[in-house]
């Protein structure tokens, strides 16, 4: 075993005292941006009521759809969920049992590193699969809260890809793939915390009045995965203990956004502290799986993952633990109607493979995108987000507004009633994968009534939702049935949540 059996604590305070004294002037070759720093025209100072004011890049509004990975040591055990080493040391049964029934008693869960081969990792193959997915930009767990690095840290002793596992820079290996081969945007995920790194426990313990952890380690990660990676996403977790202040959150975003060399392009979410989420940051997540199903003021991403039980690979998952295409469709379809992002999540074994369920699920929103990505890439919400009389049925809107788009979220039927639209004599209606106008009428109540070709001519996606085009409406872009403004806080809702798997 290389790493551990030598006090980890030992270890990582030996680092901290080299790291400590040349971080706070420097982080791989930038000024270290500090509170004291002032304001020039067009920067951003590190607070957050400046910071809050940078628009987000255009790319990531009209993407609408990621890929989540998370992958790192825990998809070894490959069992409970990504928290399995929490699990086992915070007595979880099933974690307990299977320590015990498997492995001898001085076993420790570093050594499951040593089976981190990751032998079947073909970033180009994954990278097609994200594209036939129809995804925008991916997402990959960089370091998850067992602080194991997916690219070879210089501030991770012998705890990261390179030197324990696979022997490889993962995270370098999947950025090339991306940026080689395909037009997709490259994010990185990041846990600001690690469970028992000993001196985040230290600081912990003094109540966070010390901030050795965040200057030794969770500051430097982040500089260096942006310097050397160039992502387009910094998407933060781990953060929920202490606040920003502890954190610096401010000042490495300050720096992320007016030095960085991604300051154009990058987007940030909202987890930098226990003071942060739902508020701060260029998007909201709020929590997992976050769906308002409203317009709110503040663009916004529901990160779901295709396994219900765990964002991470699981041995024993069973079918019925497997979201359906429809389910998913749903979910972008109420996101994008809404103003926000769906990142879907898979988790890779610890061979590199992409299972075949998760890839099956991935190809089938794929062709659904094929025929319907009109009705999502690049669109804005419309005046209604829900049809006031069909609840299977949610709105997007072109970006000339020329054209509203209603996405039915059940099975093609023989008929769709809606009542949010106003339909005048020169309105048309069809639906995509046809190219005949559909015939309408009006029902007792007023309410349009749109009559569906026949199953059989309408190409193979129908079968999980269908998009009418519609235009010429007499609906005017200024109205607005909600009063969004400034003040109005999103409530944290999801109908996709199961409280059987824990958090990010």
């Known amino acids: 075993m290389i790493m551990l059996h030598l006090s980890f604590r030992a270890a990582a305070l030996l680092l901290f005292c080299l790291v400590f004294r040349q971080f706070s002037v420097s982080a791989e070759g930038n000024q270290h941006p500090g509170k004291e720093r002032g304001s020039s025209p067009g920067r951003y100072d590190p607070t957050w009521e400046s910071l809050d004011k940078r628009p987000n890049p255009t790319w990531f509004d009209e993407a609408k759809f990621g890929i989540f990975l998370h992958w790192g040591v825990f998809s070894v055990p490959a069992l409970v969920n990504e928290w399995f080493w929490e699990a086992w040391k915070g007595g979880n049964k099933e974690a307990v049992d299977f320590m015990e029934k498997n492995f001898p008693p001085d076993y420790t869960y570093q050594d499951f590193g040593r089976d981190f081969h990751a032998s079947f990792f073909d970033p180009y193959a994954w990278t097609k699969i994200f594209e036939e997915a129809g995804a925008k930009y991916i997402v990959l767990t960089s370091k998850h809260h067992e602080g194991y690095t997916m690219w070879p840290s210089k501030y991770s002793f012998s705890w990261n890809a390179m030197d324990v596992g696979p022997g490889r820079d993962l995270v370098g290996e999947l950025a ?63 953060e929920w203990e202490a606040s920003s202040d502890y954190w610096n959150s401010t000042g490495f975003i300050s720096w992320l956004y007016n030095d960085s060399p991604v300051k154009d392009t990058v987007v940030t979410n909202d987890r930098w502290g ?21 317009l709110i003021p503040k663009k916004w991403e529901n990160c779901l993952t295709v396994d219900s039980h765990s964002w991470g690979y699981r041995r024993n998952m069973d079918i019925a633990d497997i979201r359906s295409a429809q389910e998913l469709i749903r979910a972008l379809a109420r996101a994008v109607s809404c103003g926000g992002n769906l990142l879907l999540n898979v988790g890779p074994t610890a061979d590199g493979k992409i299972a075949a369920v998760f890839q099956e699920r991935l190809r089938q929103i794929g062709s659904w995108l094929d025929v319907n990505g009109e009705a ?42 809606l009542g949010a639209p106003t339909f005048s004599k020169q309105t048309s209606v069809q639906v995509f994968g046809s190219d005949k106008f559909l015939k309408w009428t009006t029902d007792v109540k007023g309410h349009i009534v749109v009559k569906l070709p026949p ?31 400034a003040g109005t806080r999103p409530e944290v809702a999801s109908l996709w949540r199961n409280e059987k798997f824990a958090k990010n």
């Open 376 to 417: 999502i890439y690049s669109t804005r919400p419309w005046i209604y987000q829900n049809d006031t009389v069909n609840s299977d049925v949610w709105y997007s809107c072109s970006k000339d507004n020329s054209t509203v788009y209603a996405i039915y979220l059940r099975a093609s039927g023989a008929n769709i009633t």
């Open 274 to 294: 226990n003071d942060t989420r739902c508020k701060h940051g260029g998007f909201l997540t709020c929590e997992d799986s976050f769906d308002p199903g409203q």
């Open 176 to 238: 090339a793939a991306v940026r080689n081969s395909s037009k997709l945007h490259f994010g990185l995920y990041h846990s600001m915390f690690e469970w028992f790194h000993p001196l985040y426990l230290e600081d912990k313990a003094n109540g966070y009045h010390t901030r050795h952890f965040p200057e030794a380690k969770a500051l430097p990660e982040l500089y260096e995965i942006v310097n050397a990676y160039r992502p387009d996403v910094i998407w933060s977790d781990g």
């Open 455 to 485: 199953r059989h001519e309408l190409p193979d996606p129908a079968a999980w939702s269908v998009v009418l085009q519609l235009t010429n409406l007499k609906n005017k872009p200024t109205e607005n049935p909600f009063k969004i403004t």
